[in-house]
């Protein structure tokens, strides 16, 4: 833990946009790494997608508690992590409403969906759903905890392959026609977004220093909102919600050992 801490100062410089900008494609690389075997695989069990996606929310969940709800409070009070996780809930709320996408499990939502295909209407979905997690390591590395925000991109990169894997996996059934390294390329691409995001909120909490616990909050507020409003759904919709249930809580166990180990 401590050299990769080491290496990524060295590399930046301990410039906090820098390591935004490392972290976000650390995150995104994990990403695009999960979606690899879709170039080799057609299908993935649908237990196994869900079971996966149970282990992905359950690692989200402790890192919104561990890395950014939990640290906010201590940094700033209650109140301002507070107003910040019903902002960062609101915000997630208000581009489910605005942004055309569609989901599996509730269809479409947004304004202007008739316009798109169903496919793009999924990766825009997507792209939405990663936002609050480049978010939040950018956040992270811009509070100056450089430890607590590699950890906190580990937990995310950590996550972020199994969800590349379903991401490919479920374009190439959504379209047959689709080939197999369009769904890779696809997948990895939506996770780029994160890079940004990760830049915005290491530049939002370093020029405005006082904003950090409210942008601590908002971070883990809408990540815990994209996992009960998403990928719970999604993974309870075909009956395997028991055995995505077991992944949720290995995946909170493995993050908790993890926050403890890495220190």
């Not at 605005?98 to 169903?118: D, F, S």
């Not at 959504?174 to 995001?197: H, K, N, T, Y």
């Not at 815990?224 to 075909?238: A, G």
Request: charged residues 15%; negative net charge.
């Amino acid at each position: 833990m401590s050299g990769l801490v080491d290496l990524f100062l060295t590399v930046t410089g301990g410039d906090r946009l820098l390591l935004g900008l490392l972290g976000g494609m650390t995150i995104a690389a994990l990403n695009a790494a999960g979606a690899a075997p879709v170039l080799l695989l057609r299908r993935l069990s649908q237990k196994f997608n869900d079971v996966v996606l149970g282990f992905a929310a359950g690692v989200m969940l402790a890192a919104s508690f561990t890395s950014l709800i939990l640290p906010g409070i201590e940094l700033g009070g209650l109140l301002p992590v507070v107003v910040g996780v019903i902002l960062g809930a609101a915000a997630v709320t208000v581009g489910d409403r605005l942004v055309p996408h569609m989901h599996r499990v509730i269809g479409e939502e947004g304004r202007g969906t008739a316009k798109l295909k169903a496919a793009w209407l999924f990766i825009i979905a997507i792209t939405l759903h990663n936002m609050p997690e480049g978010l939040a390591v950018g956040v992270g590395f811009g509070s100056g905890e450089i430890a607590s925000a590699v950890k906190l991109m580990i937990a995310i990169g950590l996550q972020n392959i199994p969800e590349g894997l379903s991401v490919a996996f479920s374009l190439l059934e959504e379209d047959r026609s689709q080939r197999r390294l369009r769904s890779f390329v696809v997948s990895a691409l939506s996770g780029l977004v994160e890079i940004p995001m990760c830049v915005l909120g290491a530049l939002g909490v370093t020029v405005a220093s006082y904003i950090l616990p409210y942008a601590m909050g908002f971070a883990g507020g809408a990540m815990i909102f994209v996992i009960s409003d998403e990928i719970i759904p999604e993974t309870h919709r075909l009956g395997h919600e028991r055995l995505a249930s077991y992944g949720l809580v290995i995946g909170l166990v493995v993050m908790l050992i993890m926050d403890v180990v890495l220190g």
